[in-house]
């Protein structure tokens, strides 16, 4: 129900998000679409929902040392979780989901806090246990992403060459495991959250792709900012 001036490209963006090797092939260099941890496109709420995310940028990063827009964030998920490229700024590529992201975000007030954000741990001092996770593994993960972790026709890879590089946010024991306890088994989530941070400890042992930096990551400042009052 996009307005007829930008319809084309919002669904374009909804592809790139959904089958993103198909139609950004050239960015990406791993097994992953968006979606393999945006759910639908990021539509749904339950997985790192982008519903309402075009309304929360620019937004201070500590990785830059400075507020960044939401396209230096998307090249981030590009370099990092696809293990690619980042798009230019003035590709067809991330202008369809600058606009996607923008449009699924429509109706939320500008800096919203948006509840349904991910919270960057689950705060359970419990420490990863990896032969426990290995067990988790085994019976509750393998069957839809393998037995070595290299994904089948019904769930993407975990580790291995076709799996998010070490660069990326879910290469984190506390972002892994608050994913997992709360959104796997996809639709059927069951794990206690010592069982999500014990695998979470056993997926993080295992080999994955190395990131390498193309570009330093702190915005350049040459003008002094103004003092805090
Ligand atoms: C392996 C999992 C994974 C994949 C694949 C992935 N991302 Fe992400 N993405 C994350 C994580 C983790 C975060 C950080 C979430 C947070 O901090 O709340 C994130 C954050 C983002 C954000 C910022 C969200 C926010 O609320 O600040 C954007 C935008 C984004 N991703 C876009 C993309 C796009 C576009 C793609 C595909 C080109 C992609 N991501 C692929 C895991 C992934
Ligand atoms: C019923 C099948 C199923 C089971 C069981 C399952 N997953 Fe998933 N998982 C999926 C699917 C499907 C996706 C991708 C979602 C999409 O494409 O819509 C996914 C995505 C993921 C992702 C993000 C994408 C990636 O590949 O890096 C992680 C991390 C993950 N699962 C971890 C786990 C862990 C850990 C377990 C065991 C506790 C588990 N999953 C059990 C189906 C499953």
């Given at each position: 129900?996009?307005?007829?001036?930008?319809?084309?490209?919002v669904?374009?963006g909804?592809?790139?998000?959904?089958?993103?090797?198909?139609?950004?092939?050239?960015?990406?260099?791993?097994?992953?679409?968006?979606?393999?941890?945006?759910?639908?496109?990021?539509?749904?709420?339950?997985?790192?929902?982008?519903?309402?995310?075009?309304?929360?940028?620019?937004?201070?990063?500590?990785?830059?040392?400075?507020?960044?827009?939401?396209?230096?964030?998307?090249?981030?998920?590009?370099?990092?979780?696809?293990?690619?490229?980042?798009?230019?700024?003035?590709?067809?590529?991330?202008?369809?989901?600058?606009?996607?992201?923008?449009?699924?975000?429509?109706?939320?007030?500008?800096?919203?806090?948006?509840?349904?954000?991910?919270?960057?741990?689950?705060?359970?001092?419990?420490?990863?246990?990896?032969?426990?996770?290995?067990?988790?593994?085994?019976?509750?993960?393998?069957?839809?992403?393998?037995?070595?972790?290299?994904?089948?026709?019904?769930?993407?890879?975990?580790?291995?060459?076709?799996?998010?590089?070490?660069?990326?946010?879910?290469?984190?024991?506390?972002?892994?495991?608050?994913?997992?306890?709360?959104?796997?088994?996809?639709?059927?989530?069951?794990?206690?959250?010592?069982?999500?941070?014990d695998?979470?400890?056993?997926?993080?042992?295992?080999?994955?792709?190395?990131?390498?930096?193309?570009?330093?990551?702190?915005?350049?400042?040459?003008?002094?900012?103004?003092?805090?009052?």
């Amino acid at each position: 129900d996009a307005p007829e001036n930008i319809r084309a490209e919002v669904m374009l963006g909804y592809k790139i998000m959904t089958e993103t090797k198909k139609y950004a092939g050239e960015y990406v260099k791993n097994d992953l679409s968006c979606s393999s941890c945006h759910f639908d496109g990021g539509r749904s709420r339950n997985s790192i929902s982008l519903v309402g995310v075009g309304a929360t940028y620019p937004r201070y990063r500590s990785r830059q040392d400075y507020t960044v827009d939401i396209a230096m964030r998307t090249q981030d998920c590009f370099e990092r979780s696809m293990n690619g490229v980042a798009p230019a700024l003035d590709t067809q590529v991330m202008q369809s989901l600058l606009v996607y992201m923008q449009w699924i975000s429509k109706g939320i007030p500008i800096y919203s806090k948006l509840p349904w954000a991910l919270p960057s741990d689950l705060g359970n001092p419990h420490k990863p246990n990896v032969e426990d996770g290995a067990k988790v593994y085994a019976n509750v993960c393998a069957r839809c992403h393998g037995e070595e972790g290299q994904g089948t026709p019904i769930a993407p890879p975990l580790w291995g060459d076709g799996s998010y590089n070490d660069g990326a946010g879910m290469n984190r024991i506390t972002t892994f495991s608050v994913f997992t306890w709360r959104f796997m088994p996809k639709n059927a989530p069951s794990l206690t959250q010592e069982q999500a941070i014990d695998v979470a400890g056993f997926v993080h042992e295992k080999p994955r792709p190395k990131f390498v930096s193309t570009h330093a990551d702190k915005i350049r400042q040459i003008i002094p900012l103004p003092e805090e009052k």
